[in-house]
């Protein structure tokens, strides 16, 4: 829009608003942020493309994700190595997929990565039992962990394997009516 | 993929019909191996075929067939580039890392632009050109545009500070009420444009007509405060009433037609209203999920939407995680109980009862109203002096001395009733909502009996104006012996007035709507901030823990707020026909309104312990406001439409009815033919048809939408029925679909069955008591069922093996009295053992 910055090439910026949901002004904002959680590591200047990684502990302290319980799930599926160090394109991509305009499928598919903890494509009954324990910080008697796990597998699970596939996590999600605005973060 | 191919066959097709008959043989061998290629589900493939042959085509061609041939691959091509561009639109939506999608965003651009530009030529390759550029530059003007709109969107910090630290549903008001003031700018955009400005500029002065002066026996007090408060002196004849308006056909050098604007910008008003509310009731529709049914996916719900991830405060995650964790203990708790057998009978009657006391708390309160606005009435006649401050304003201070006192009034009521708390949330906003409307709408009954009052009067003086006017004209001719009589030189603030009905109307409003932000102030600061204050600091010397104990902290209340703005706005729209300055009035208070809730729930308030929301999706809080927007627009119709304006203030003086101006305009403005269309157009005989068409069309709209929620409901029965087989099916056990029970017992075959082993007891029991049940199976039910089911399965042993093969003849295994086998057949289709 004529604004004299060079974070980004004019290129980038657009291939960046073509690629998420974000507007210029938001993915330079984005830039900021993403620099002020390591300002000696991520320099200021990416119109060469460097390939720069924050480590997952940094990230974890954004305010908008130090209170979450599944913070390290998150940082997690959206990194490439998969041990939660986001370059910057992965920092975008995870912010795109939770913001507001995100459509519902695409969230659905993120929220079964996040939930499922040994990333084989189930959530089974002790990915159930961690998010469980992780919500509930420990409240729960370990009985009344694992009567609501089942309960959740038996309402949910469609083909009876007593573990979620994909399609059932997706029947069950596509009607609740709290996902689209609880799953959602505001950058 | 199909559609690909398909296409790429199609184009095939075309192509090879226009290519000459020496190279369709290539063409032929060419396009086969494309075909075969393109079954491998790679589309860069494809591109990258194009890629090799369109040399060789384009070479092999012959010279006079090369437009033609062009032609031919330049529809696949296009298909192509138009495939591509569909890419680069949906690659937001796809769930790739951003590299992935940074590097096909290139390809798929770069492509773009390479063929973009060979399709430009042959013919109409000047325009196709110019549409291209033209498109472009429309992407780029729509992105720009939504850059800057959300640029424009305020207030995005605080709300986002609110959201961390009170989640969503707090939040949710504030998003509501900036939404509110972007609709009040725009209706304020039109109001002062297209009605207030013109006036002022173009219109005629202060006191150049009695209409816009004070009258001379006001003209002492026009000053006070006291008067200036009450909207009277000053206030009354200026340009934030209905009275100062001229009537005038047209004013000014443009020539601007001031009273037809004055109605078509009330009426557009409610118009434009309606469109954004359906706009956004549309778009909201789509999150409210698929309608699950409540019970349907509890624990899966509270386990995966539960936790709000917008919260961001240490506090409010730790009530967060205490909600959650109560909320679960619930659950379990009621799933592990039977309903508790009540007495029934008991509870029903306190039902009953605290519906008739809380009626009669609406009857009592919509009496109150209209005795109050009766006396004021008679206040009016009474000299402005000897009344008190109380008695002036009796009728705003005891609406919302209501509206205040009831709603904790209905809450108390309310627990006999015994309700789930977000059954008995509906039921509270429902009651609420009630009383709101019949406050309102007694208020309105009390107006519009005062104002046929001051339409009888205002005959008396426009009778005696005109008698004491031909008396002048009379007296001047007779006594000058001229017919040509000047108009008579009274100052115009000594002509006599009438009444002026709509500006009391909207006087009335103005002073209700004032009178209800300041009570809405009043209560946040003392019911709020004070009693924060208190809490805090009476803390350190009380007997009892404040904080913890009885009044502590406020919970912000969402459901009663928002009510509150949408009256708010419902009081606006009725009231902007008659004060045009109200819109402005109302901006400056969602403004004001903003800064100081943010500030109040920030300071004074704690998060909620439990949320339950009203509504799946916003759309309860639309509804409600669609259907107080029809409710106000019903008061201003029936003035345009009934009632006849006053005969010396406002743009419809000496008119009729106020639609008359529309049609003089017709009549004298347009050319004859829209006129004979108007008239042919409210042709009962044309009217009727219409209607009548329409209430058909409703009929079919009404019978198609229920054959659509019945075939809903079957398919749900389908999925749950195989579900349930599925279920069966993998362990094994006979089945509970009462529907298979009663096809196992018609088969003649079953008696040929040996009788079945010990295990078969336990079974029947179960199946029994889900069978019962069923066909709509609650998890509650299954809960007990699968329970026991489990405790059958470990005390006898299976002796059913997995089924692997094909069932045999019927000497099958012991206790399979199954017939069909269900569960592979039908449904999911996994692979069981092959039928023949």
Known sequence: ?187 | MKVLTKCCIEGKRNIFNLLPVSCRSDFKAIMCSIRKLSTLAKRQYKTYIFLMIFPFISSSGSESDEDSMSEGEMAALKEEVEEKKKVIATLRNQPWRMKKRLVVLKEAQEFVEKFEGALGKGKGRKLYAYKVMMTKKLIKFKRDFENFKTACIPWERKIKEVESHFGSSVASYFIFLRWMYGLNLVLFGFMFGLVILPEILMGLPYGSIPRKTVPREEQETAMDYSVLFDFGGYCKYSFLFYGYYNNEPTIGVLKFRLPLSYLLVGVGIFGYSLMVVIRTMARNANEGGDGGEEGDFTFSWKMFTSWDYLIGNPETADNKYASITTSFKESIVDEQENQKDENIHLRRFLRVLANFLIVSCLGGSGYLIYFVVKRSQEFANMKKDNLSWFEKNEVEFVMSLLGLVCPPLFETIAELEDYHPRIALKWQLGRIFALFLGNLYTFLFALFDEVTAKLESEKVIKNSTEWVLNQYYSNYSSFYNTTDVPPPAVHPSDVIRGPCWETGVGIEFVKLIVSDIQVTYLTILIGDFVRAVIVRFLNYCWCWDLEAGFPSYGEFDISGNVLGLIFNQGMIWMGAFYAPGLVGLNVLRLLSSMYYQCWAVMCCNVPHERVFKASRSNNFYMGLLLLVLFLSLLPVVYTIMTLSPSFDCGPFSGQEKMYDVIMETIEKDLPAFIGNLFSYATNPGLILPAVLLMVLALYYLNAVSKAYQQANTDLKKKMQMARDEEKNRRNNKDSTNQVMKDLEDLLPNKSLIPPPTEEEPPPPDVVIEKGSKSPKMKPGAAAKGVNLQKDVSLAAPNPRAPVTRAPGPRKGPPGNARGPQPGPGRGRGRGGPPRH
């Open chain 1, 1 to 187: 829009m004529g604004n004299k910055q060079t974070t980004f090439t004019d290129e980038q910026l657009e291939a960046y608003q073509d690629c998420t949901f974000f507007t210029r002004k938001e993915v330079l904002r984005l830039h900021g942020r993403y620099r002020e959680l390591a300002p000696h590591l991520v320099p200021l200047d990416f119109t060469n493309n460097p390939d720069i990684k924050v480590p997952l502990t940094l990230i974890v302290t954004m305010p908008e994700l130090k209170e979450n319980p599944f913070r390290d799930r998150i940082v997690e599926t959206f990194s490439e190595d998969g041990h939660g160090n986001l370059s910057f394109n992965d920092f975008v991509d995870m912010f795109s997929a939770l913001c507001e305009t995100s459509p519902r499928e695409l969230k659905t598919i993120y929220a079964f990565k996040i939930y499922d903890f040994n990333r084989d494509n189930f959530i089974c009954k002790e990915d159930l039992r961690k998010t469980l324990n992780k919500l509930t910080k420990g409240e729960l008697t370990p009985e009344e962990v694992t009567l609501v796990c089942d309960k959740a597998v038996e309402e949910a699970d469609l083909d009876g394997d007593s573990k979620l596939s994909f399609s059932d996590f997706e029947n069950m999600i596509s009607k609740a009516p709290d996902f689209l605005s609880n799953f959602h973060i505001r950058i």
